[in-house]
Nanobody
Framework: QMRLVESGGGLVLAGGSLRLSCAAS????????MGWYRQAPGKERELVAR???????NYVDSVKGRFTISRDNAKNTVSLQMNSLKLEDTAVYYC??????????WGQGTQVTVSS
């Protein structure tokens, strides 16, 4: 089993920045993808950004140019730098790791609240 622990959420004013981090522990071999999803109240969980073990990234259109995902394969961590935050970025953010291209693991979620 793999465990994912997120940190870095909180309350920020619109236009501000936050950095989320996620550390994987336990059975951590062959993690192909790591990423961040979010779920706002009344909405479905959506992919925000993800990164392969080789460093290829993709982002949901709404965060392109504002968010940057990075990964440290040696430390089994993934981070999400969020700049120019908007009210609509308010959500619970979940770290995700996909192992062997088969198994998905999730963190417990961290709240990000953007206020005006």
């Amino acid at each position: 089993q793999m465990r994912l622990v997120e940190s870095g959420g909180g309350l920020v004013l619109a236009g501000g920045s936050l950095r989320l981090s996620c550390a994987a522990s336990g059975n951590i071999f062959r993690i192909n993808l790591m990423g961040w999803y979010r779920q706002a109240p009344g909405k479905e969980r959506e992919l925000v950004a993800r990164i392969t073990s080789g460093g290829s990234t993709n982002y949901v259109d709404s965060v392109k140019g504002r968010f940057t995902i990075s990964r440290d394969n040696a430390k089994n961590t993934v981070s999400l730098q969020m700049n120019s935050l908007k009210l609509e970025d308010t959500a619970v953010y979940y770290c995700n790791a996909r192992q062997l291209n088969l198994y998905d693991y999730w963190g417990q979620g961290t709240q990000v609240t953007v206020s005006s």
